[in-house]
């Protein structure tokens, strides 16, 4: 992997003496704690920030901002560290700003269907929050993400067929700027068209144009009836023709999750389950009792079409969330397809008229391959992953790794689709998004030297600064700089 073009520079000792003093032990500079908040979920290596700051307000957050910006210090936002593509990694040095003790639920609006929280308010804690109000925020990446960072990263995850994404569920965010102004973007109705969306800006930024300190979001009814159900077939492409077909014929699934064999077997060890080692769809069916039996219903038919078998249901909660639990885990389970090996991933999305094309030419790269490789993902709305299991020290295992992960991406861009359904570009894909967007991110550019000219957040993510330009390497992928098993483990952050 290259090194960064603008070497890291030290941080100045008197913006550490000016952060201590304002917030004495919530501020860090111990090896340990910046080593903690100096990786993320991905497979790079650990990029700790010079000091970790607590903030426990919005006006400590521009305090932080404007004491960065006077000793022209790169500020790195923090949720959970939860991100796939070094969102949060220090590559350039500068203040790791931890937002997880500004974890206030603000306002719940039970009639109109919309809150507003602190950005380190986690949506596992949001839903135990609105448990007795009939609500639900939908939005489920699998990780207990912060929602601020899953704003910052545009998150979506398994119930995104139905529910979409963050950039539909976020109605506005207070902001802060470069230059210490708070902003506040969009409101609490549901339409407007009044000036630029600049929610939708900041919505998937990853960190780069500002600090988000509070989001409004959408929230919905409970869902009356739920029911998961679960089916093997003899090949993936009778699944994904499965997916396929629902879709089109207007199905309205919440989940619908595919897993190859690979997958299954990995899965089994890990969660100690005795799924059938097949390609697997796992569904979910949200509604009235009539509505979720009329779509399980008409599913089931489509299954047994495309040589589905072992339709089997899930209707008690505890029964829903240990078979969804077990699809979260499928990234760490894969990890003991090889053991002592690390695992690189893909992120792929496409049309979904191209989806059974686009696993399928994915397949037959898989087939001719040495190393542990499982196909995963949320094939409800086209978007699927690739969990590459490699020793590091094996040039040849990394060498292969690249290769697959050049060719699926490659090939979901010519098919219409795009380099990263979920995860963000991050410094792991910059050549990717060149690919993809080509002169459009030129204007990605002038936007961030519109609203962030010193290049003040979050350095050499998401767009090459004219100043600073993140470490890479030809395709946007890892050159064998990646993590031990034991890494993915969650881990409390020390005490400062």
């Not at 790169?74 to 990694?89: A, F, K």
């Not at 839903?127 to 009939?134: M, R, S, V």
């Not at 060498?399 to 090939?411: D, G, L, M, P, S």
């Not at 080509?438 to 957040?457: E, H, S, Y």
Request: charged share 20%; aromatic share 6%.
């Amino acid at each position: 992997m290259n090194k960064p073009e603008t070497p890291r520079k030290p941080c100045p000792p008197a913006l550490i003496s000016a952060l201590r003093a304002q917030f004495g032990d919530r501020f860090s500079t111990t090896p340990a704690m910046r080593e903690h908040h100096g990786k993320d979920e991905s497979a790079f290596p650990i990029a700790p920030p010079d000091g970790v700051v607590f903030p426990l307000s919005t006006d400590e957050c521009v305090d932080i901002v404007k004491l960065c910006a006077a000793h022209d210090t790169n500020i790195i936002p923090y949720g959970v560290g939860t991100s796939l593509e070094g969102h949060v990694l220090a590559i350039h040095g500068g203040i790791c700003v931890d937002m997880s003790r500004m974890n206030n639920v603000l306002a719940v609006n039970v009639d109109d269907l919309d809150c507003t929280v602190q950005a380190g308010v986690t949506r596992k804690q949001l839903n135990t929050h609105l448990q007795h109000t009939g609500l639900f925020f939908p939005i489920d990446p699998g990780a207990n993400a912060t929602l601020a960072g899953m704003a910052a990263t545009r998150a979506s995850g398994t119930n995104a067929v139905r529910y979409g994404t963050m950039r539909e569920n976020v109605l506005g965010l207070t902001v802060i700027l470069a230059d210490g102004r708070v902003i506040k973007t969009g409101g609490r109705s549901r339409k407007s068209a009044a000036g630029y969306d600049l929610t939708r800006l900041f919505v998937g930024s990853e960190g780069t144009l500002g600090l988000i300190t509070e989001v409004t979001l959408r929230l919905y009814p409970q869902p009356e009836a739920a029911s998961a159900a679960t089916c093997t077939f003899p090949d993936i492409n009778g699944a994904v023709r499965t997916v396929i077909q629902t879709i089109q014929l207007g199905v309205p699934i919440a989940r619908c999750e595919l897993l190859d064999a690979v997958t299954i077997k990995a899965v089994n060890l890990h969660s100690k389950l005795g799924l059938r080692e097949a390609p697997m769809l796992f569904c979910e069916f949200h509604g009235s009792a009539a509505s979720v039996k009329e779509q399980a219903e008409t599913v089931q038919a489509i299954v047994k079409e495309h040589g589905g078998m072992d339709f089997e249901w899930a209707t008690q909660q505890e029964d829903r969330t240990r078979l969804w639990q077990a699809r979260h885990d499928a990234y760490p389970a894969c990890l003991r397809l090889k053991p002592g090996g690390r695992a690189m991933s893909t992120d792929v999305c496409v049309p979904i008229s191209r989806l059974a094309e686009c696993i399928a030419e994915t397949n037959k790269d898989l087939q001719d391959t040495t190393i542990p490789i499982a196909l995963f993902g949320h094939v409800g709305d086209g978007n699927f992953h690739l969990a590459i299991v490699v020793d590091p020290n094996n040039p040849a295992d990394v060498a292969e790794a690249e290769r697959v992960n050049h060719n699926v991406v490659h090939r979901a861009l010519a098919m219409g689709g795009t380099c990263t359904g979920e995860h963000g570009i991050g410094f792991g894909k910059l050549d990717f998004l060149d690919a993809e967007h080509g002169g459009a991110v030129a204007v990605m550019q002038a936007v961030k030297q519109a609203i962030d000219p010193r290049n003040l957040f979050n350095r050499g993510k998401v767009i090459r600064h004219r100043t600073n330009t993140a470490p890479r390497t030809l395709d946007g992928a890892w050159s064998g700089k990646v993590r031990m098993a034991h890494d993915f483990e969650e881990k409390p952050p020390p005490q400062p």
